[in-house]
């Protein structure tokens, strides 16, 4: 009797007198219905993870990140496959920061837009003593502030150079206000742009400015050079033995070099960059296997920039050798004149801009002088004409040889 009044009262629900049920704060929800919260919990949960990854996914691939981009992807996808699907691209304030950094560079640029303005405002007040520079410490010796804008406005031109050299003109301008004025000269900036692309850009729409024209226009770089690498296997000759037959691995290089004066040099070898490079740096380099020629950019209807050049082999004066033919008579070898005409596709890659050539032509023309007649030999373009990525070489613009 006292085990089942025992277990009776240990019933849920029933008080220890066992007259009054117990309350309950989760009588009217059973467990069905906590299971069926804590499984919605979950995959809200799973869905704001996959889509915090999938954003970072994105971020990772406008950065140029490609492969850690590609990791993201697939983390959001396997919480959520069809993520792609329920996201709507946006981020609070309390997200991580994408949204609010584009916010914040769209006002860094609005700010930097009016820097110019806001300067040379300070500069002509009538009440305002400040100078375009002044020295920042007490100096005995002549100060550059000293110098009229005329000798300034050289001096910069002394820095651009004629290898236009805009990067050493741009840290310039990081120097103090008046630096920052002189290197925002329209004039200057106006010269570039006709150096690069000639009567072509006497309009400055759609560009707000020339230096905006020299940033968004497409042009071949010339800090630098354009270089490409090529590998294949071939073939060999069979052993004497006839056991075996080798196969060789082929490496060569192709170097391209833009000036701004419309000359471009073109050279290719199977040396490393680290020798070539500092024999590239002006056109009257030694190095017997260049060609030198001259290029022009194209704007096409389809809104691609394409390269055209001729390049020919650097003409040597042989002195005749009368001696040798003395005795017998010496039937003259046909003059002829070799160039090759290059066509290249401009293109941008990653975040650098201007950085690709793509092949597009390739053909070797040879003029026999006594006829005036010309065979013209085109080459295909296959996987053996890789693309040329540009490398910037500080020692190219370390010196000055004449001014803008």
Partial sequence: MFRAQWMFELAPGMSSSGLEPLPCRASSRGPGVKSVDARGKQEIAKEEKAKELFL????????????????????????????????????????????????????????????????????????SSVKLCQPEVDVSQTHISVLPMEVLMYIFRWVVSSDLDLRSLEQLSLVCRGFYICARDPEIWHQVCLKIWGRSCNKLVPYASWREMFLERPRVRFDGVYISKTKYIR?????????????????????????????????????????????????NTRTDAILLGH???????????????????????????????????????????????????????????????????????????????TAVTTFDIDKMYTPLFFARVKSFTAFSEKPL
């Fill in 235 to 283: 073939q060999g000759e069979q052993s004497l033995d006839g056991f075996y037959r080798a196969w060789h691995q082929v490496e060569y290089y192709r170097y391209l070099r833009f000036f701004p004066d419309g000359q471009v040099m073109m050279l290719t070898t199977p040396e490393d960059p680290q020798s070539i490079v500092p024999r590239l740096r002006t056109k």
């Fill in 56 to 127: 970072k996914a994105v971020e990772e691939e406008q950065n140029g990140a490609l492969y850690e981009a590609i990791k993201f992807y697939r983390l959001a996808m396997q919480l959520v496959p069809d993520i792609e699907f329920k996201i709507t691209y946006t981020r609070s304030p309390d997200g991580d920061g994408v949204g609010k950094r584009c916010v914040e560079d769209n006002k860094e640029d609005d700010k930097m837009a009016d820097l110019l303005s806001d300067f040379q405002q300070q500069l002509t007040l009538p009440e």
């Fill in 295 to 373: 290029y022009r950019l194209s704007q096409e209807t389809d809104n691609q920039t394409k390269v055209f050049a001729v390049i020919m082999k650097k003409k040597e004066e042989k002195p005749m050798d009368y001696h040798k033919y003395r005795y017998f008579l010496r039937v003259p070898a046909q003059e002829t004149d070799h160039s090759f005409h290059v066509g290249l596709q401009l293109c941008s890659s990653g975040r650098q801009r201007f950085n690709k050539l793509v092949w597009i032509h390739h053909s070797c023309h040879i003029t026999y002088k006594s006829t005036g007649e």
